[in-house]
């Protein structure tokens, strides 16, 4: 991995803590494996949940019955890794510079996550044409297995990060993750920007979208094979969550340049957080939906089929709409889409919008983000609370992650921040909250 900049710099040291502090991150790097574990055991093809999950002397006996470490999962998993760390390195893609650190450097990135999605598309394509569907059923029977072979992948990457990131007193560390207590730096990343072979792969660029979101598509198209395996067809249930997620996977690595100014790559390290959640969390959990719709089949009543499709639209346009009003604002705020919009300017020069999107409320893109989880989750009906995981989990998320920045946007701005508030007093959903 290449250092971030050549000459000695005073490192920036971490007092100040999240996620319950130095010694509380353990229970989230166990806790995490857990909660993927527990999906599966508590929601399969013999219940959602099992009958027998209220016996608790079946739990050992059921348990181990599923943790079956397969090498063959191993491969896979690590190989579509592996191949998409290639597509980043040889395909043809546009560069950005991403933003100043404080080193006073801006890094090169490539854009090409466009051209990994279609390269990945077509070699799924070409692997059904040639083997028919047995591939995606693999995929679909092989699931947790698949999954072990993550944490146990994700696992091994995260301790190799941290101690690559003490190669060096001149590597760039992260502000929130150099605090000298190993388990928390472990769980939020010391080095900020993690490159591999002269600095042409980036790792945190990468995994951030690419690995991950093509890989819970690839989920969903198992489990979409698997059902029409079975049925002789694609439920609308099923067919509504796929396209919904599909999308919304498509859009991600379309705009894939507007991640270089988010708090993932501008200021989180590249640690277990980060590394599980890509790589790990997103593709299965967020295939929920879909596997549970594989085994329990359901079409909907044209009226709550519309009404979904509606609520996923309505979602994805403040989604978008707010995303691309800030990307086109810090990109150019003189061009004609965005000139019109007001802002106060901080002591530190930056600008803070005040009208849009983001003068009705300072996460109104999270509204839309949740409406569209919300629109996935409906389709799977209301038998059981745990397909609903997904959107109260990322509410959670999105709750937690609103006041984190908020936090830090205080420090960052200090009394400027309480002027821009006053401005625009509601966090989500606006003259309500």
């Known amino acids: 991995m290449s250092p971030a900049k050549k000459s000695k710099q005073k490192q920036h040291v971490t007092t100040t803590y999240e996620f319950m502090g130095p010694h509380g991150t353990i229970l989230a790097i166990l806790g995490l494996p857990v909660v993927v574990i527990a999906l599966y055991v508590l929601c399969d093809d013999t219940g959602c949940p099992p009958s027998w999950w209220m016996d608790l002397a079946s739990y050992q006996q059921r348990i181990l019955s599923r943790f079956l470490w397969s090498w063959e999962a191993a491969g896979v998993y690590t190989g579509w890794i592996l191949f998409h760390f290639a597509l980043a390195i040889v395909l043809p893609g546009k560069?950005?510079?991403?933003?100043?650190?404080?080193?006073?450097?801006?890094?090169?990135?490539?854009?090409?996550?466009?051209?990994?999605?279609?390269?990945?598309?077509?070699?799924?394509?070409?692997?059904?044409?040639?083997?028919?569907?047995?591939?995606?059923?693999?995929?679909?029977?092989?699931?947790?297995?698949?999954?072990?072979?993550?944490?146990?992948?994700?696992?091994?990457?995260?301790l190799g990060l941290y101690l690559a990131s003490l190669r060096s007193d001149q590597v760039l560390l992260a502000r929130g993750g150099n605090s000298g207590y190993p388990w928390y730096d472990f769980w939020m990343g010391r080095e900020l920007n993690p490159r591999l072979l002269n600095g042409l792969l980036d790792l945190k660029f990468v995994c951030e979208l690419r690995p991950g979101l093509i890989g819970w598509v690839v989920l969903n198209t198992a489990f979409a094979a698997k059902q029409y395996e079975s049925l002789g067809y694609v439920t609308n249930a099923l067919t509504a969550v796929y396209l919904f997620q599909a999308y919304y996977v498509l859009d991600a690595i379309m705009m894939e340049r507007a991640i270089l100014t988010t708090m993932?790559?501008?200021?989180?390290?590249?640690?277990?957080?980060?590394?599980?959640?890509?790589?790990?969390?997103?593709?299965?959990?967020?295939?929920?939906?879909?596997?549970?719709?594989?085994?329990?089949?359901?079409?909907?009543?044209?009226?709550?089929?519309?009404?979904?499709?509606?609520?996923?639209?309505?979602?994805?346009?403040?989604?978008?709409?707010?995303?691309?009003?800030?990307?086109a604002f810090r990109t150019n705020p003189h061009q004609d889409a965005v000139k019109h919009l007001k802002y106060i300017t901080t002591k530190s020069g930056s600008r803070l919008l005040v009208s849009g999107w983001w003068g009705a409320a300072r996460k109104i893109n999270y509204l839309g983000d949740w409406l569209m989880s919300l629109a996935w989750c409906l389709p799977c009906g209301f038998e059981t609370i745990i397909p609903y995981f997904y959107c109260i989990y990322f509410a959670?998320?999105?709750?937690?992650?609103?006041?984190?920045?908020?936090?830090?946007?205080?420090?960052?701005?200090?009394?400027?921040?309480?002027?821009?508030c006053k401005q625009v007093p509601y966090m989500f959903i606006p003259y309500v909250i």
């Open 95 to 158: 560069w950005a510079k991403g933003v100043v650190l404080p080193t006073g450097e801006q890094l090169n990135y490539k854009i090409n996550g466009l051209n990994a999605l279609f390269v990945s598309v077509g070699a799924i394509v070409s692997l059904v044409y040639y083997r028919g569907l047995q591939p995606l059923l693999w995929l679909a029977d092989h699931y947790f297995e698949l999954a072990l072979a993550g944490i146990a992948f994700v696992t091994l990457m995260s």
């Open 396 to 420: 959670i998320l999105l709750i937690h992650r609103a006041y984190r920045d908020d936090h830090a946007c205080r420090e960052k701005y200090g009394k400027d921040w309480e002027r821009y």
């Open 264 to 327: 993932d790559i501008t200021t989180d390290g590249f640690g277990y957080m980060l590394c599980f959640g890509d790589l790990v969390w997103v593709p299965f959990t967020y295939s929920l939906q879909a596997r549970y719709l594989a085994d329990y089949p359901r079409d909907l009543p044209d009226i709550f089929f519309y009404g979904v499709i509606a609520l996923n639209l309505i979602g994805l346009y403040i989604f978008r709409a707010s995303n691309s009003e800030k990307n």
